[in-house]
T-cell receptor, first 111, second 114 residues
Framework: QKEVEQNSGPLSVPEGAIASLNCTYS??????FFWYRQYSGKSPELIMS????GDKEDGRFTAQLNKASQYVSLLIRDSQPSDSATYLC???????????FGPGTRLSVLP | EPEVTQTPSHQVTQMGQEVILRCVPI?????FYWYRQILGQKVEFLVS????????KSEIFDDQFSVERPDGSNFTLKIRSTKLEDSAMYFC????????????FGSGTQLSVL
């Protein structure tokens, strides 16, 4: 059973702070990793993808991948109230084409 | 910007009735998916579809479910005899390629089975 785990939260941070979201996965052979943002009642929206170990930065977002530890993280710098949402970690299965999602971490950025 | 379109946005049905959820994937995408999300729970994979056939399906996708690409643009999910536990948001998604490609979601169909 392929599992993706996340802390459900809520994670509360003050406006302007750094929010750190974590994800672990069970399938050691997984190759591709994604962070999606989901506002309540809306569809997931892709924020970042990362495929190799290390950091990948895109604006205020940084994804970090450590395949040896089976760990993916997302840092959000200068957090804004509009960043308040549920953040989903998604991993592609080694065999097949489906994406396995974590349960999501609810982030609340307080003005 | 191209997007995945789903209709209807809300569907209410009686238990035991058949429903068809419709999706128009992004035009140059080759892989199509259905996911569902029960309220407050995680997004769950149902089925993937490529080259006019199912390429993978989950345990959730049992005999009451079927998918079809009736023409060059639409992709449908049929639930033959709905149950109360089928109530969920159903998301259609498409991608250009396989596991290294990004997934684009439609806005979802909220299915309520009474």
């Amino acid at each position: 059973q392929k599992e993706v785990e996340q802390n459900s939260g809520p994670l509360s941070v003050p406006e302007g702070a750094i929010a750190s979201l974590n994800c672990t996965y069970s399938d050691r052979g997984s190759q591709s990793f994604f962070w999606y943002r989901q506002y309540s009642g809306k569809s997931p929206e892709l924020i970042m993808s990362i495929y190799s170990n290390g950091d990948k930065e895109d604006g205020r977002f940084t994804a970090q991948l450590n395949k040896a530890s089976q760990y993916v993280s997302l840092l959000i710098r200068d957090s804004q109230p509009s960043d308040s949402a549920t953040y989903l970690c998604a991993v592609t299965a080694v065999e097949g084409q489906n994406f396995v999602f974590g349960p999501g971490t609810r982030l609340s950025v307080l003005p | 910007e191209p997007e995945v379109t789903q209709t209807p946005s809300h569907q209410v049905t009686q238990m035991g009735q058949e429903v068809i959820l419709r999706c128009v994937p992004i035009s140059n995408h080759l892989y199509f998916y259905w996911y569902r999300q029960i309220l407050g729970q995680k997004v769950e994979f149902l089925v993937s579809f490529y080259n006019n056939e199912i390429s993978e399906k989950s345990e959730i996708f049992d005999d009451q479910f079927s998918v079809e690409r009736p023409d060059g643009s639409n992709f449908t999910l049929k639930i033959r005899s709905t149950k109360l536990e089928d109530s969920a948001m159903y998301f259609c998604a498409s991608s250009l390629g396989t596991d290294i490609e990004k997934l684009f979601f439609g806005s979802g169909t909220q299915l309520s089975v009474l």
